[in-house]
Antibody, heavy 120, light 108 residues
Framework: QVTLKESGPALVKPTQTLTLTCTFS??????????ASWIRQPPGKALEWLAR???????FYSTSLKTRLTISKDTSKNQVVLTMTNMDPVDTATYYC????????????WGQGTTVTVSS | SYELTQPPSVSVSPGQTARITCSGD??????AYWYQQKPGQAPVLVIY???ERPSGIPERFSGSSSGTTVTLTISGVQAEDEADYYC???????????FGGGTKLTVL
């Protein structure tokens, strides 16, 4: 059974750096074809794709947020980490991680999400 | 930047067919995916690679593609299908993924 769980601070101050961790089980990011993504959703708004990391450590970022994002993985811990710099109140959102299975199968398993509020 | 366009809302009566469209210039070259999201829950993949249905998704959910538009069709809509639906795809390079703005499906 594949599960993912996001963790991180619930509250960050403007200009701070946010670090979120996705801890997963049931698959390995060292297996060829496996990938993971981060997605966010501001309250009452649409989903926004943020970043993706592949089994071979290729990394891809949203063009609009590319300068602020870093995605990494720790295969020994089954974790994917996202950092976002220079946080602003508009970054207040629920942040999700999701697995992308081998092949073009889409984001087939999602975590429950973690809510981050940016406020002084 | 690349955008996918969805209607904000679609309303149907139970038992009818709901069609939700998603338009984007790169859709002829890139697969589309559809996600269902109910209030307070994480999204669920309901269609992948334009028209494939993951295991466990009811047969009433189907997807199709024509040119720059993909369509999610829900046949015989049930009350439990009331949710927000998002399409997702990539720009022509394949590396920048995007979601559509979402469509709220209301079952009357």
């Amino acid at each position: 059974q594949v599960t993912l769980k996001e963790s991180g601070p619930a509250l960050v101050k403007p200009t701070q750096t946010l670090t979120l961790t996705c801890t997963f089980s049931g698959f390995s990011l060292s297996t060829s074809g496996m990938r993971a993504s981060w997605i966010r959703q501001p309250p009452g708004k649409a989903l926004e794709w943020l970043a993706r990391i592949d089994w071979d450590d290729d990394k891809f970022y949203s063009t609009s947020l590319k300068t602020r994002l870093t995605i990494s993985k720790d295969t020994s811990k089954n974790q994917v980490v996202l950092t976002m710099t220079n946080m602003d109140p508009v970054d207040t959102a629920t942040y999700y991680c999701a697995r992308i299975g081998d092949g073009d199968y889409g984001m087939d398993v999602w975590g429950q999400g973690t809510t981050v509020t940016v406020s002084s | 930047s690349y955008e996918l366009t969805q209607p904000p809302s679609v309303s149907v009566s139970p038992g009818q067919t709901a069609r939700i469209t998603c338009s984007g210039d790169a859709l002829p070259k890139q697969y589309a995916y559809w996600y269902q999201q109910k209030p307070g829950q994480a999204p669920v993949l309901v269609i992948y690679k334009d028209s494939e249905r993951p295991s466990g998704i009811p047969e009433r959910f189907s997807g199709s593609s024509s040119g720059t538009t993909v369509t999610l069709t829900i046949s015989g809509v049930q009350a439990e299908d009331e949710a927000d639906y998002y399409c997702q795809s990539a720009d022509s390079s394949g590396t920048n993924w995007v979601f559509g703005g979402g469509t709220k499906l209301t079952v009357l």
